[in-house]
């Protein structure tokens, strides 16, 4: 959209705001052993492990090109049934849904179920958009597939693009006066928030940006919504607590708190 208006005027590019994000693989990825120790959910001596004998991206880079070495296989063996898989990756401390147990390792009993979050909305949106009358009030049709599923084979993505840093993209996008803001939510072991505030701090010093806003709490109410740092009123880095992977899933109302401050420009509350 940058390039493109270089040559013609057509995108009213205000800012973007990304979650949870992949920023530089190796950063990014290896985020996670520190993530899962110091949430309880490794040993030390797996610990170890995970960031010497074999970090994460080195496994996930092996993965992908189908050639997974032995002390790989050992050591995400290791970490698997330390974490165990009746534990969401994608938030480490939230309930999980028990008509999932089978297909997607996950459990839960009924009394686990909180009055604010349902965990099984993901089991029920799939059921709900393979209704036939649905779909037809969608005017929805099914293309390659015989049901709808969250992920399917019909796009062929590029997995070995994940190597592929965007932080330079950023890095771009804010020297050309767009602001950004990364977020995270905390909970998620997927992409650690720790990687993506390192990476965001690394951009903010190459850019010579200073900081504006101080590391410091925000909130959603009388709650405690996250943290944020900001560098030169342009970039800015921010925590949903509580939050998952998709941060708007476990925690709307902090989630819209801070999709609203960056729509209107203006930093996220300080006080209650």
Not at 106 to 113: A, F, N, P, R, W
Not at 168 to 187: C, E, F, H, N, W
Not at 222 to 237: E, P
Request: net charge negative.
């Amino acid at each position: 959209m940058h390039q493109f208006n270089k040559k013609e005027k057509l995108f009213n590019l205000k800012g973007i705001a990304l979650g949870n994000p992949v920023l530089e693989f190796a950063t990014d990825f290896n985020s996670r052993a520190e993530f899962f120790w110091s949430h309880g959910l490794i040993s030390d001596s797996t610990y170890k492990l995970f960031t010497t004998s074999c970090n994460y991206s080195r496994y996930v880079s092996e993965y992908y090109r189908g050639n997974v070495s032995p002390i790989c296989s050992r050591v995400m063996g290791q970490v698997s049934t330390e974490t165990s898989r009746f534990v969401d990756k994608y938030d480490v401390t939230l309930d999980v849904c028990i008509s999932s147990v089978l297909s997607q390792s996950k459990i839960l009993t009924t009394e686990q179920v909180g009055d604010t979050i349902d965990v099984c909305v993901e089991d029920e949106t799939v059921n709900y958009l393979n209704r036939q009358d649905v779909q037809k009030a969608l005017h929805a049709r099914l293309v390659g597939v015989h049901k709808w599923a969250v992920c399917s084979s019909v796009l062929d993505y590029e997995l070995l693009d994940l190597e592929i840093p965007t932080i330079t993209i950023v890095g771009r996008l804010v020297k050309a006066g767009i602001p950004v803001m990364v977020y995270s939510g905390d909970q998620d072991s997927v992409i650690p928030l720790t990687g993506s505030r390192k990476l965001v701090n690394q951009l903010a010093e190459e850019l010579g940006l200073k900081t504006t806003v101080p590391y410091r709490v925000w909130f959603e109410g009388q709650q405690v919504g996250g943290w944020t740092q900001a560098y030169g009123n342009i970039l800015s880095f921010a925590t949903i607590r509580g939050a998952s992977h998709e941060a708007p899933f476990s925690q709307p109302e902090r989630s819209l708190v801070l999709f609203k401050a960056f729509l209107e420009g203006r930093p996220l509350p300080e006080a209650f």
